[in-house]
């Protein structure tokens, strides 16, 4: 069975500066798509950035990037240039494919400092 | 575009009654949803697979006739909460994917139910 594996619960960063969350996930497959989603307090999830396996190029959404490793089946989020707007919890996410059930990570607290 | 609507987005209940749940795509077809619970501060919990016009996939120790769901069309699925108890409060998420990229899951706006 699939699992993801986010063992940072919280983590704090200053307005403006750079964070990375960590993600690791364990599957035989070879083509599977990952994901990181974004829960604001208002607890809507929100899309923050999709990477499909196949791919050997990291997938980047303005601000947000990722680093793929997928030998090591690791998948780290980096948000540059933090703002108070990036204070969530932040999910990483796997699928096998399309239709699939998402498997997610335990989540992580992210807070940005004035 | 993918926009997945939740209604209601709050509900409160007496112990023993019945509460549904709507899950709607509303600029895109979804023959498949998908719904979540949530506990605080908690990741999401995948309760079962909705298909259009056929029977939904339980998740292992979700239990099928406490929690029924029915996906009509391609735009709508239910969630029926039957004799709600004080452990079912929590928080619902639906979620479905989009045309031809139905390997990205959009997700409803949630719906809190608290059981008293």
């Known amino acids: 069975a699939q699992t993801v594996t986010q063992s940072q619960p919280e983590m704090s960063v200053q307005e403006a500066e750079t964070v990375t969350l960590s993600c690791t996930y364990d599957?035989?497959?070879?083509?599977?798509?990952l994901f990181w989603y974004k829960q604001p307090p208002s607890r809507q999830m929100i899309l923050v950035i999709r990477?499909?396996?196949?791919?050997?190029q990291n997938a980047t959404e303005n601000r947000f990037s990722v680093n793929f490793q997928k030998a090591a089946k690791s998948f780290s989020l980096k948000i540059s240039d933090s703002q108070l707007g990036d204070a969530a919890m932040y999910f990483c996410a796997y699928s096998p494919g399309a239709n699939s059930k998402l498997t997610f990570g335990k989540g992580i607290t992210l807070s940005v400092r004035p | 575009g993918a926009v997945v609507s939740q209604h209601p987005s709050r509900v409160i209940c007496k112990s023993g009654t019945s509460v549904k749940i709507e899950c709607r795509s509303l600029d895109f077809q979804a023959t498949t949803m998908f719904w979540y619970r949530q506990f605080p501060k908690k990741s999401l919990m995948l309760m079962a697979t909705?298909?259009?016009?056929?029977?939904?996939?339980?998740e292992q120790g979700v239990e099928k006739d406490k929690f029924l769901i029915n996906h009509a069309s391609l735009t709508l699925s239910t969630l029926t909460v039957t004799s709600a108890h004080p452990e079912d409060s929590s928080f619902y998420i639906c979620?479905?994917?989009?045309?031809?990229?139905?390997?990205?899951?959009?997700f409803g706006p949630g719906t809190r139910l608290t059981v008293l």
């Open positions: 990477q499909e396996a196949y791919k050997q």
């Open positions: 909705s298909n259009e016009g056929s029977k939904a996939t339980y």
């Open positions: 979620s479905a994917g989009v045309g031809v990229r139905t390997d990205t899951q959009y």
């Open positions: 599957t035989s497959e070879s083509d599977y798509y």
